[in-house]
């Protein structure tokens, strides 16, 4: 698969908008698991998810 590179900006309160056709491509949902590597953040779809019952 190709790499896609996008530029985005942090707004006032620190939040950062993935794309919606980048976010179905990689089948993102409501939650995203954030992964910190030595090459940089990773995005991904969490394996398990908390639910409050």
């Given at each position: 698969?190709?790499e896609i590179?996008i530029v985005k900006?942090?707004?006032?309160?620190?939040?950062?908008v993935i794309?919606k056709?980048?976010r179905?491509?990689?089948?993102?949902?409501q939650?995203?698991?954030?992964?910190?590597t030595?090459e940089?953040?990773?995005?991904?779809?969490?394996?398990?998810?908390l639910?409050?019952?």
């Amino acid at each position: 698969m190709a790499e896609i590179g996008i530029v985005k900006e942090f707004d006032k309160l620190g939040r950062l908008v993935i794309p919606k056709d980048l976010r179905e491509r990689y089948g993102l949902a409501q939650q995203v698991e954030i992964v910190a590597t030595k090459e940089g953040l990773l995005l991904k779809s969490p394996e398990f998810y908390l639910v409050k019952k």
